[in-house]
């Protein structure tokens, strides 16, 4: 069983822990998530396509990310997320933190905070290696491509994140 820390509405750990996916958390209290830009020198990002099997926007367009494991810090978090999502090793990759944001969901029990990253190095498409229960594919694209599929709906947390690829 996974778990995950419980922290306060200032970002620190509050010593408690939930069970992943168990949406049990009061209004003031957060988990904590990753997102992991990967670039290239050229401008292009990794981004994948979620499987359809989904059940929250299958088919739509992301950059990889999860949740921050209890005991997990969240540099270590983003690293463990693209290996497994990607295939690529972003230790020797420029970058790395860029900001945070915060989600509240009121009520609902999901309350998380976002650690954004953003790593860039010569890689090309040979390098990466997806992991099929998570994605149905990958490209290489440009800010312009990324945009076009948020303004049509299908990129996850775009507008939240749109200033790391600029």
């Known amino acids: 069983m996974e778990y995950w820390d419980i922290y306060d509405e200032n970002k620190q750990k509050t010593g408690r822990q939930m069970k992943r996916n168990d949406w049990c958390l009061k209004d003031g209290e957060y988990h904590l998530t990753v997102l992991g830009v990967i ?13 359809m099997t989904k059940a929250w926007a299958p088919g739509w367009w992301e950059v990889s990310g999860g949740a921050c494991m209890a005991g997990e810090e969240s540099e270590e978090a983003v690293r463990r997320e693209l290996l497994e999502e990607t295939g690529i090793d972003v230790s020797d990759f420029d970058g790395g933190y860029v900001f945070t944001y915060k989600r509240e969901n009121p009520g609902e029990g999901d309350n998380y905070f976002v650690d954004v990253y953003k790593f860039i190095s010569d890689f090309d498409e040979s390098d990466v290696k997806i992991q099929e229960n998570e994605a149905d594919g990958f490209m290489i694209a440009t800010h312009e491509q990324i945009k076009e599929f948020a303004e ?8 939240s994140i749109k200033r790391v690829f600029e």
């Open 39 to 51: 670039g290239r020198p050229d401008g292009k990002y990794l981004i994948t396509k979620r499987v």
């Open 152 to 159: 049509q709906g299908i990129f996850l947390h775009y507008d």
